[in-house]
């Protein structure tokens, strides 16, 4: 099984608001991402997590606030969002022996900014 | 740093017909190698990726790949594509030490005329 789930699936969200994204897998991953997506746009990364510590952050803003609490759930929240961030947003996961770091995509939550 | 250059933006077939999308990628060092497929308001499905061995990879769906180190190319391939092949298909590499950063190409819009 490689699934990734992620919830909600569409969000729609003013800019004062304050949402959270969901992620969850249960393959035993100790890696999990989060991307950004841009239509018609390959996913940027966002944020990497490794045996539930934050190992890479892309330069992303402090709107975008990312917690592991534990090695099998993700989660993103947002906070005074601007329209641009209007995206969908992917999280992955993957093993991180050597190797085995093929990393496995959830279905996205697409986020819509007003 | 690595890149990653899929050589066209859009390829159009027609049902039953063979197709070949092309990558090429840049790095200093050995990489791993995978292509995704993202159908319309989806995630990433990893078609196939290379890692080591065998330069002939073979996918789901009836894709293969083959990897090509003097021509740092891992263009994809099927024998005959069908209408449910529509989607974007993204080529991506990672360096085999340090492989939770994924470098995707822009992206290659496959439509399948009947």
């Known amino acids: 099984d490689t699934e990734v789930t992620q919830t909600p699936k569409h969000l729609v969200m003013g800019m004062t608001n304050k949402k959270s994204l969901k992620c969850e897998q249960h393959m035993g991953h100790r890696a999990m991402y989060w991307y950004k997506q841009k239509a018609k746009k390959p996913p940027e990364l966002m944020f990497v997590y490794s045996y539930e510590k934050l190992s890479i952050n892309e330069s992303v803003p402090s709107r975008f606030s990312p917690e592991c609490p534990n090695s099998s759930l993700l989660n993103l929240h947002l906070h005074a969002l601007q329209p641009e961030d209007s995206a969908l947003y992917l999280c992955a996961s993957s093993q991180v022996t050597s190797g085995q770091e093929t990393q496995y995509f959830g279905p996205g939550t697409r986020l819509l900014v007003l | 740093a690595q890149s990653v250059t899929q050589l066209d933006s859009q390829v159009p077939v027609f049902e039953e017909a063979p197709v070949e999308l092309r990558c090429n990628y840049s790095?200093?060092?050995?990489?791993?190698l995978f292509w995704y497929v993202q159908y319309p308001n989806q995630g990433l499905q990893l078609l196939l990726k290379?890692?080591?061995?065998?330069?002939l990879v073979k996918g789901i769906n009836g894709f293969e790949a083959e990897f090509n180190k003097s021509q740092t190319s891992f263009h994809l391939r099927k024998p005959s594509v069908h209408i449910s092949d529509t989607a974007e298909y993204f080529c991506a590499v990672s360096e085999i030490w340090g492989a939770q950063k994924l470098v995707f190409g822009q992206g290659t819009r496959l439509t399948i005329n009947p």
């Open positions: 290379y890692l080591s061995g065998s330069t």
């Open positions: 790095s200093s060092v050995s990489v791993y």
